[in-house]
């Protein structure tokens, strides 16, 4: 029999780790033939929780899971992970400035990844879920040298999927008609949902949406504020679709993307497009055997170029901050 995967899962006990966790132990999140062993990260006050979970996860009696433990302990939680979900982090809470966010973040992921430096195994992958989630990988990549910097990324899965589905309900397509769509940037109201490559039905999207209007001053902001939509309708913030999310973003990278089409995803940048070197950004990738590449050689309108460069300077802007803050 095969040995198990471990996918440690922090910020366990909170509503997105509800919705996540399983999923995991069901076989969505790496294939219906991988055992998985969880392990949950939680702070003191989120243990009791994450047990009642845990309780929940035994009385699925999912075939594939094959243990569970529960720890506060970050240097315990990544001992031998495969795969880790860092859903966990410090929210914004009202009158907190952006320096206080990043540093409480700084405060979480600066360890975590000192931990998953130190502790997991070698074919650790990362996805940080928890936000600001592009900087939060930034400081964890740069707190774990000996990991290869490309195996830290951030998830804008939700907001590539958010764009599919506003897309298809203009179109009146299948959003298993939409391909080869991208979110460029920052995972913030700054992003890039970009349907100039995207096609629908093997038609050009936006030669078939043919409306820059809308374009502009509905499915751009629509997608980019769907979280506060999301919170203001439902009074807490998206989990399902976030957990749905996460899964998707590790279950592309394991298993590689489609033939013909790419996926959205937050990794350290090689410099492509102009965006500058090291800083966790989305771009479209293929995925292939565990491993991702840059779509390369999309041309970029200025249309696109505006916006993608404004998402970017914000990344920058955050690079900066945390680097003052002597977080990388
Ligand atoms: P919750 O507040 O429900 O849960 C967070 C959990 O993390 C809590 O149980 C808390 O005890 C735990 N936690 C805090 N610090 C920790 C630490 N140092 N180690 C381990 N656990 C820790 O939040 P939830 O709704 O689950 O959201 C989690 C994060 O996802 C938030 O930062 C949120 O902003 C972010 N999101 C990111 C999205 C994305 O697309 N990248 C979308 C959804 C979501 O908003």
Do not use: M
């Given at each position: 029999t095969r040995t198990p995967v471990n996918v440690t899962v922090t910020g366990a006990a909170g509503q997105i780790g509800y919705a996540l966790l399983f999923r995991i132990a069901s076989g969505q999140l790496l294939g219906a033939d991988v055992p998985v062993s969880l392990r949950l990260l939680e702070i003191p006050q989120g243990l009791k929780a994450a047990e009642g979970t845990a309780m929940e996860l035994d009385d699925?009696?999912?075939?594939?899971?094959?243990g569970i433990e529960i720890t506060d302990d970050a240097n315990a939680a990544f001992s031998g992970a495969n795969v880790a979900l860092l859903v966990g982090a410090r929210p914004r809470t009202k009158g907190m400035e952006r320096g206080d966010l990043l540093s409480a973040n700084g405060g979480i992921f600066k360890p975590q990844g000192k931990a998953i430096n130190d502790h997991?195994?070698?074919d650790i992958k990362v996805l940080v879920v928890g936000n600001p989630a592009n900087t939060n990988a930034l400081i964890a990549q740069a707190a774990a040298?000996?990991?290869?910097?490309?195996r830290f990324t951030a998830m804008t899965r939700l907001d590539h999927n958010r764009a599919i589905s506003q897309l298809a309900a203009k179109t009146?397509?299948?959003?298993?008609?939409?391909?080869r769509l991208t979110i460029w940037g920052n995972?913030?109201?700054?992003q890039y949902p970009d349907i100039f490559h995207a096609e629908i039905a093997g038609k050009n999207a936006a030669e078939t949406v043919n409306d820059e209007q809308w374009l502009a001053d509905t499915f751009i902001p629509t997608v980019a504020k769907r979280g506060a939509a999301i919170i203001e309708a439902r009074?807490?913030?998206?989990a399902a679709s976030a957990a749905n999310a996460a899964i998707d973003h590790v279950h592309t990278w394991v298993n590689g993307t489609p033939a013909g089409d790419w996926t959205s995803m937050g990794i350290p940048s090689d410099?492509?497009?102009?965006?500058?070197?090291g800083i966790i950004s989305s771009f479209p990738v293929t995925t292939k055997d565990g491993r991702y590449e840059i779509v390369q050689g999309l041309d970029i309108n200025d249309f696109s170029r505006a916006r993608i460069d404004a998402s970017v300077k914000e990344l920058t802007e955050e690079r900066d901050a945390v680097r003052e803050l002597g977080l990388l």
């Open positions: 699925c009696a999912f075939p594939l899971l094959r997991a195994a070698d040298p000996d990991v290869p910097a490309e009146g397509a299948a959003v298993t008609d939409i391909k995972h913030s109201a700054t009074g807490a913030s998206s410099g492509s497009y102009g965006v500058p070197e």
